[in-house]
């Protein structure tokens, strides 16, 4: 892990505990869901940064009230079936994937996402602009029911898996419903994969390794598939309902 890594391991512990809870039980009344939604477990706003985030650099890309920031891939409006619901940034509808306007290097990402049973999602990063679909060009943090989806039956395309090239382990990912922390670091070729505080995928982009997974899956038929330097932060929209919220990123250098 290199040095900017480690120094990140700090912050991000606060970062966690800040992103930490769980979703609302089915049973709970309708006040006590709310309050999950809005607030973290330490009791922090959700959708916020606290004075020691700021000063190491944290951002918000999601405010909890707008989709400020965002956009379709490949087009300069927001596409339907997006919504922010409840301080949540909500797939709830057909629209397709959605990206950052802006584009980033080297990054820590955090956030929290929450799916229904059987539901299917990801975070993209790294995406650049001008192939058919983004999958085509960014690597794929996935987002995945495992119990219940069909991919969860294979470990490449689990969740917290680099979609298709590197396997996630069992065992960590929560029960549906419930809210997952994600953490991805990108520095340099370096990338890190983190689920609910454990470190499930690391890799080297460009690497012998990673070269001979690609020319063995899907991926060898798009060139710009990894390529890119820097690109957006993206959003799959896969067909299924999912949330996320405490979308947050620090640059890295």
Request: proline residues 3%; aromatic residues 10%.
């Given at each position: 892990m290199r040095s900017a890594t480690a120094i990140s391991l700090t912050v991000t512990a606060t970062v966690l505990l800040a992103c930490g809870g769980s979703g609302s039980n089915a049973e709970a009344a309708s006040g006590q869901a709310v309050e999950e939604t809005t607030m973290a477990a330490d009791g922090q706003e959700m959708n916020t940064l606290t004075a020691a985030e700021r000063a190491a650099g944290w951002e918000?890309?999601?405010?909890?009230?707008?989709?400020?920031?965002?956009?379709?891939?490949?087009?300069?409006?927001?596409?339907?079936?997006w919504s922010v619901v409840d301080g949540m940034?909500?797939?709830t509808g057909e629209g397709g994937d959605i990206i950052t306007d802006r584009s980033f290097s080297d990054f820590e990402l955090a956030l929290e996402w929450r799916l229904d049973a059987g539901g299917n999602s990801g975070v993209f990063y790294r995406?650049?602009?001008?192939?058919?679909?983004?999958?085509?060009?960014?690597?794929?943090?996935?987002?995945?029911?495992?119990?219940?989806?069909?991919?969860?039956?294979?470990p490449l395309t689990s969740a917290g898996a680099n979609y298709g090239l590197h396997p996630a382990p069992r065992?960590?990912?929560?029960?549906?419903?419930?809210?997952?922390?994600?953490?991805i670091v990108v520095e340099g070729n370096h990338?890190?994969?983190w689920l609910n505080g454990t470190r499930i995928v690391e890799y080297e982009l460009g690497s012998p390794d990673w070269e001979a997974r690609v020319a063995a899956s899907k991926f060898s038929q798009w060139p710009a598939y990894g390529r890119a330097d820097a690109g957006h932060v993206?959003?799959?929209?896969?067909?299924?309902?999912v949330w996320y919220r405490n979308i947050k990123i620090r640059e890295i250098g």
């Amino acid at each position: 892990m290199r040095s900017a890594t480690a120094i990140s391991l700090t912050v991000t512990a606060t970062v966690l505990l800040a992103c930490g809870g769980s979703g609302s039980n089915a049973e709970a009344a309708s006040g006590q869901a709310v309050e999950e939604t809005t607030m973290a477990a330490d009791g922090q706003e959700m959708n916020t940064l606290t004075a020691a985030e700021r000063a190491a650099g944290w951002e918000l890309l999601f405010d909890g009230r707008t989709l400020e920031g965002w956009r379709g891939y490949n087009r300069g409006d927001l596409p339907g079936g997006w919504s922010v619901v409840d301080g949540m940034l909500a797939r709830t509808g057909e629209g397709g994937d959605i990206i950052t306007d802006r584009s980033f290097s080297d990054f820590e990402l955090a956030l929290e996402w929450r799916l229904d049973a059987g539901g299917n999602s990801g975070v993209f990063y790294r995406a650049a602009e001008g192939e058919e679909w983004v999958y085509h060009s960014a690597p794929e943090y996935q987002v995945l029911d495992d119990e219940r989806h069909r991919d969860g039956q294979d470990p490449l395309t689990s969740a917290g898996a680099n979609y298709g090239l590197h396997p996630a382990p069992r065992g960590v990912v929560r029960a549906v419903g419930e809210w997952n922390q994600a953490r991805i670091v990108v520095e340099g070729n370096h990338v890190e994969h983190w689920l609910n505080g454990t470190r499930i995928v690391e890799y080297e982009l460009g690497s012998p390794d990673w070269e001979a997974r690609v020319a063995a899956s899907k991926f060898s038929q798009w060139p710009a598939y990894g390529r890119a330097d820097a690109g957006h932060v993206g959003l799959q929209d896969h067909g299924d309902p999912v949330w996320y919220r405490n979308i947050k990123i620090r640059e890295i250098g």
